[in-house]
Nanobody, 117 residues
């Protein structure tokens, strides 16, 4: 049984930072693409960042230079470091494992990130 468990969300002021973590179990983590997606109220879910098994990354234009995705294959964990947060980053953030892009096989339950003063 595959499980992805996110943590690290919360309330932060504009300009602040948060680090999201996603621990995976029941899957050969290292051979998959891992990613973070988000969904804000009334909006479609969007890809924020992804990293392939070879370490190649890509980011949404809106987060380039502010967010960094990383992975620890030994611990089956993927991270999203979010800096210089803006109110428009407010959303539920999901980690996912799969082929990447729009093709994700496994999802976490989501963690709320709220950026507000």
């Amino acid at each position: 049984q595959v499980q992805l468990v996110e943590s690290g969300g919360g309330l932060v002021q504009p300009g602040g930072s948060l680090r999201l973590s996603c621990a995976a179990s029941g899957i050969i983590f290292r051979i998959n693409t891992v990613g973070w997606l988000r969904q804000a109220p009334g909006k479609q879910r969007e890809l924020v960042a992804q990293m392939t098994m070879f370490g190649f990354t890509n980011y949404a234009d809106s987060v380039k230079g502010r967010f960094t995705i990383s992975r620890d294959n030994a611990k089956n964990t993927v991270f999203l470091q979010m800096n210089s947060l803006k109110p428009e980053d407010t959303a539920v953030y999901y980690c996912a494992v799969g082929e990447g892009g729009s093709s994700w096989k496994y999802w976490g339950q989501g963690t709320q990130v709220t950026v507000s003063s």
